[in-house]
């Protein structure tokens, strides 16, 4: 009996998941995006500012160095330093304007690290940053008038914080015990001073003389407070970080930012104004006749590195208006110095930035996590 042999065959079926791959990618990327727009977030601090205000500063050196009776660009017979300006002044309002919109995005999802910020003694200072960022990139602005509505519209929602801010920053040293300004000083309180005079510096333009005159006095004499608590070298300062060493830089920019001030109050460079600028001069020299003070902060690219950008501005608008006044070969060529390396730092940092762009919102643990003076003190005891 013969038996019989079927033959059988193996049916593989290939199933195409192609398209449920594919929906996978796509949700996850749905997913990505909230995440990475959380990472900065919370990364973000009130110190990125500097970005902006660096860029702000720069577009008012351009504006006064392009001016008609000004003795850089006006004599030359072409629109190229006029299209910078133009160009600089909207990349400022573009950078501004997007560094407000995420702080505002992380004032909503992360409040309590904005807290966090407000109440460290190194954070805090550069709450006063966006409004400083606001009113400069305001005095800079192309189209308008200082005596308009408009700009002093802008100017009393722009300087209301700053106000705001002094009545919180400056009554606390004298009326707190836990936060006496010996305890609590450090380098970066010049920022306040810096938005007081910048402040009064809009307020003169406008015609807003009294109002100039009370800025300008509340920063002159918080700054003379600040600088000779600091020279003492009290524990606020000796706790400051040491990758935040750049902002050192605000020793000179605060009375640099005076000199331009008092400028605008009294209509002429005078022998006051004079005397804030060749302060200011002197400060930036001893500095940088210390190299080795600054050597640690520049191992590792971080955002501090643009203080360095906006105080050489400052003096560097002094040197211009020193030099409309003494109309001096010296005069001249220190307006051609300062300037030059104002615009030099100003580009080297632009490209440190965009080289960096991967590690410039990383979460920083400089700003709003350093331990303060009067914790350490406890600790110790």
Request: aromatic letters at 14%; hydrophobic letters at 50%.
């Amino acid at each position: 009996m013969e038996s019989l042999v079927i033959a059988t065959q193996e049916v593989h079926i290939d199933i195409d998941n192609s398209i449920s791959s594919s929906k996978e990618r796509n949700t996850d990327l749905v997913h990505a995006k909230p995440i990475v727009l959380m990472s900065i977030l919370s990364g973000l601090h009130a110190g990125y500012f500097r970005i902006s205000l660096s860029l702000c500063s720069q577009a008012l050196l351009w504006k006064i160095m392009i001016a008609p009776d000004s003795m850089s660009m006006s004599h030359l017979h072409s629109n190229l330093p006029s299209i910078a300006f133009h160009l600089l002044w909207y990349l400022a309002l573009a950078t501004q304007v997007l560094l407000c919109l995420l702080y505002a995005l992380k004032c909503f999802f992360f409040f309590d690290m904005v807290k966090k910020e407000f109440s460290d003694y190194i954070g805090v200072n550069y709450l006063y940053a966006p409004s400083i960022s606001w009113l400069v990139l305001l005095q800079s602005a192309p189209m308008m008038e200082p005596r308009s509505i408009l700009y002093q519209t802008l100017f009393s929602v722009f300087a209301l914080p700053v106000l705001t801010l002094d009545t919180k920053l400056y009554g606390q040293w004298f009326t707190t015990e836990k936060r006496f300004l010996s305890m609590m000083a450090n380098p970066a309180s010049q920022v306040s001073v810096i938005a007081n005079l910048v402040a009064s510096r809009g307020a003169a333009e406008m015609g807003w003389r009294e109002c100039a005159i009370y800025l300008f006095s509340l920063g002159m004499v918080h700054y003379v407070v600040i600088f000779v608590t600091l020279y003492q070298r009290l524990p606020g300062g000796s706790n400051f970080p040491t990758k935040l060493r750049p902002v050192f830089f605000l020793f000179f920019a605060a009375p640099a930012m005076g000199s331009l001030a008092w400028n605008s109050i009294s209509g002429t460079f005078d022998p006051l104004a004079k005397m804030l600028f060749f302060l200011s001069l002197f400060i930036f020299m001893s500095l940088v006749c210390r190299p080795n003070l600054f050597k640690k902060s520049m191992k590792r690219f971080n955002v501090a590195w643009w203080a360095y950008s906006f105080p050489i501005t400052f003096l560097a608008l002094n040197s211009v208006q020193y030099a409309q006044e003494v109309k001096e070969q010296v005069a001249a060529g220190l307006m051609l110095i300062f300037s030059s390396i104002s615009v030099l730092i100003f580009l080297g940092l632009m490209i440190l930035t965009a080289a960096n762009s991967n590690r410039l919102l990383r979460r920083d643990h400089i700003l709003g996590s350093v331990t303060s003076p009067k914790v350490k003190s406890s600790q110790r005891n």
